[in-house]
Nanobody
Framework: QVQLVESGGDLVQAGGSLRLSCAAS????????MAWYRQAPGKQRELVAT???????NYVDSVKGRFTISRDNAKNTVYLQMNSLKPEDTAVFYC???????????????WGQGTQVTVSS
């Protein structure tokens, strides 16, 4: 079994910064893509940023230049550094990972439980 555990969500003022972390644990052989999604009240879940096992990254346009995704493969952990936060960034942030539990097995998708980020104006 695999678990993704997020941390770092908080209440912060506009213009402030937060760093989210997500640690994967359990029966893990390898992790391919890791990502952060977010879901604001009344809205669909949105992809925020992705990072491959090789370190290639992509961001949704609304966070480019403000958010940075990174990962520590030795710790099976992905981070999201969020700077210049805006009230419209308020959402529950979810960690996502594509994980192989055996060397020849398929990739499975795993989600964290979510962490609340609230940005006050």
């Amino acid at each position: 079994q695999v678990q993704l555990v997020e941390s770092g969500g908080d209440l912060v003022q506009a213009g402030g910064s937060l760093r989210l972390s997500c640690a994967a644990s359990g029966s893990i052989f390898s992790i391919e893509v890791m990502a952060w999604y977010r879901q604001a009240p009344g809205k669909q879940r949105e992809l925020v940023a992705t990072i491959t096992s090789g370190g290639s990254t992509n961001y949704v346009d609304s966070v480019k230049g403000r958010f940075t995704i990174s990962r520590d493969n030795a710790k099976n952990t992905v981070y999201l550094q969020m700077n210049s936060l805006k009230p419209e960034d308020t959402a529950v942030f979810y960690c996502y990972a594509q994980i192989r539990t055996t060397g020849r097995g398929p990739l499975y998708q795993w989600w964290g439980q979510g962490t609340q980020v609230t940005v006050s104006s």
